[in-house]
């Protein structure tokens, strides 16, 4: 059955320019990627993300770590893999979620570290399971940003909406 996973590439891996990389691993996969995107980080959208996590000690460094304000990169690659066990590849190739114990052949034992404070700098989010894909997924992209149908979707009409358009 196909499933969709969120993979984000983390400020540090953008800073360390190893977007390519990491793009190369997961074309391991053989996943196809539905929706891609370069996205600012909000505080908000930063916390939503990591709700799961909103009593831990580390909360509010996490934060300022996904949104870019460790690394001076102010960014983060969003992706969505979609296709035959898409969350269980990816994470697989993804590694443990702490740095140390990912195997040293997956991207984050390559790449990721542990900060002095204990923050995990492992350059790559995978989605863990179907639902938390969903949510995430939600979270991140629009429907019309994805190029197939994941989710059931509703049309709305909104007064007096505003968008920006080249000049």
């Known amino acids: 059955m196909n499933q969709a996973a969120l993979i984000l590439i983390k400020p540090d891996g953008l800073k360390k320019s190893l977007t390519g990389n990491i793009l190369t691993r997961l074309s391991e996969t053989k996943l196809e990627i539905v929706a891609a ?5 909000s505080r908000g959208l930063a916390e939503e993300h990591y709700k799961h996590l909103k009593d831990k000690p580390f909360f509010e460094e996490i934060i300022r770590y996904l949104r870019g304000e460790l690394h001076d990169r102010r960014k983060v690659m969003a992706l969505v893999y979609w296709g035959k066990e898409a969350i269980k590849k990816c994470r697989e190739l993804a590694g443990a979620t702490n740095p140390e114990e990912a195997e040293p052949t997956s991207i984050r034992g390559s790449y990721g570290r ?9 350059v790559i989010h995978v989605s863990s399971n179907e639902l938390e894909a969903e949510r995430e997924i939600k979270l991140w992209f629009a429907p019309e940003e994805i190029i197939v149908e994941l989710y059931p ?5 909104e007064r007096d909406f505003k968008r920006a358009v080249w000049a």
């Open 37 to 41: 995107k370069m996205a600012r980080v």
């Open 114 to 122: 542990i900060t002095t404070s204990g923050v995990y700098e492992n």
């Open 153 to 157: 979707k509703k049309e709305v009409s």
